[in-house]
């Protein structure tokens, strides 16, 4: 990569080395990595887990990054000094090196990016099972990631929902929208060769393992009676239990794809049945961005800019999700209409033009002194 006319450093710690193809938030990221690079920072990038392939080197330096081994506590320790921002991705990373970046980065603009706000998608899932345990936990992981939220500099959201969340928690905080960021690809065939459902997510993601359970269970037989030959194929990383758990008729699991074109072309649905979340939801930004129809539940709509009948279908009980899905599935005026304003949604809310002037926002040709360490 030519690093000639970079004359800023950021540093970024993620979790694990992004790889586009495995979650939404790899994609988001990879297009930020990109954006700034562009727009001139040096970039080194360290993966918190130390998991780094020849692949992941590769990919990164694609993306303008350097890929840097090794803990990033030392390497904060080395370098810290040499750093204009760092940017801190996920809560698990920024608890565990928000010490670190403020002791031996001195200098540099601090970033949270939290991807989604871990506390409030902890909360919904304590809620919906109610779960005493679970409550619990999301209340410590509140007063962790507020906590970090008031040391940082600026704090990255991905939906105005969890902007207005923020402001009111923390309203001395400076919080920016940063949301998805996605390719417009357009349509690449019409309503009459399609067939079939499309759910993409692994899980990993708690939210995703319990929709495909709960649509398996609870929608797709409805589906069926309707819809005998109707499939619904499965898009992620799935562990080998939950595979054997999801043996029902009418669903196909088919692991991580490395090329989604085929099903993009071929599945006339997507669906997005959270029954709890936070941020903003990859799978449906994807669909979208392919002029494929979505049907969500309201969580997994929220911070979509969606409105139920214009440019998704959003219903959350199992009868109203499958007359949804039938109404888009059979009616082809309703499928091209909605198909029509999926890819608009995309092209005015996600797309990388509109990262770009976010970006040019938060990260500033001149970046700005950082308040005190709290």
């Known amino acids: 990569m030519d690093d000639s006319g970079c004359t800023r450093r950021l540093l970024v710690i993620d979790s694990?080395?992004?790889?586009?193809?495995?979650?939404?938030?790899?994609?988001?990221?990879?297009?930020?990595?990109?954006?700034?690079?562009?727009?001139?920072?040096?970039?080194?990038?360290?993966?918190?887990?130390?998991?780094?392939?020849?692949?992941d080197v590769k990919r990164l330096a694609r993306m303008g990054a350097h890929c840097q081994t090794g803990s990033p506590a030392e390497w904060l320790a080395r370098r810290g000094d040499t750093v204009d921002a760092v940017m801190l991705n996920r809560l698990p990373v920024a608890s565990q090196f928000i010490d670190a970046t403020r002791r031996h980065a001195p200098k540099a603009m601090v970033v949270f990016d939290t991807v989604d706000l871990h506390y409030v998608r902890e909360e919904r899932a304590?809620?919906?099972?109610?779960?005493?345990?679970?409550?619990?936990?999301?209340?410590?992981?509140?007063?962790?990631?507020?906590?970090?939220?008031?040391?940082?500099?600026?704090?990255?959201?991905v939906s105005q929902e969890e902007m207005t969340v923020l402001a009111n928690e923390l309203p001395k905080?400076?919080?920016?929208?940063?949301?998805?960021?996605?390719?417009?690809?357009?349509?690449?065939?019409?309503?009459?060769?399609?067939?079939?459902?499309?759910?993409?997510?692994?899980?990993?993601?708690?939210?995703?393992?319990?929709?495909?359970?709960?649509?398996?269970?609870?929608?797709?037989?409805?589906?069926?009676?309707?819809?005998?030959?109707?499939?619904?194929?499965?898009?992620?990383?799935?562990?080998?239990?939950?595979?054997?758990?999801?043996?029902?008729?009418?669903?196909?699991?088919?692991?991580?794809?490395?090329?989604?074109?085929?099903?993009?072309?071929?599945?006339?649905v997507s669906i997005a049945p959270l029954r709890f979340g936070a941020g903003v939801k990859g799978k449906i930004n994807l669909a979208m961005s392919y002029g494929i129809p979505v049907v969500a539940t309201t969580v997994a709509a929220e911070g979509m800019h969606l409105e139920s009948g214009t440019s998704a279908m959003i219903a959350d009980e199992p009868r109203a999700f499958a007359q949804a899905v039938l109404e888009l599935y059979r009616n082809e005026a309703l499928w091209l209409r909605i198909s029509d304003a999926a890819i608009e949604n995309v092209r005015d809310h996600f797309s990388v033009e509109h990262a770009r002037m976010a970006l040019q926002r938060i990260f500033p040709t001149q970046t700005p002194t950082h308040r005190p360490a709290a």
């Open 126 to 157: 304590a809620a919906l099972t109610d779960n005493p345990r679970l409550r619990r936990h999301a209340m410590r992981s509140r007063r962790k990631e507020l906590g970090i939220i008031a040391r940082c500099d600026t704090t990255l959201v």
């Open 16 to 55: 694990a080395a992004p790889d586009p193809m495995r979650d939404s938030g790899s994609m988001r990221l990879a297009h930020v990595l990109s954006l700034l690079h562009a727009a001139g920072w040096r970039i080194d990038f360290i993966a918190a887990d130390g998991f780094v392939r020849p692949d």
């Open 173 to 268: 905080a400076r919080i920016e929208l940063l949301s998805n960021i996605h390719d417009v690809h357009g349509r690449l065939q019409g309503f009459v060769p399609r067939r079939d459902l499309l759910f993409i997510g692994g899980f990993g993601h708690p939210p995703n393992a319990d929709a495909v359970r709960w649509f398996a269970e609870s929608i797709l037989p409805l589906l069926r009676t309707e819809e005998p030959a109707m499939i619904l194929h499965v898009v992620g990383d799935i562990d080998k239990a939950s595979r054997n758990a999801l043996k029902h008729d009418g669903l196909q699991i088919h692991g991580r794809v490395h090329d989604l074109e085929p099903l993009m072309r071929s599945c006339r």
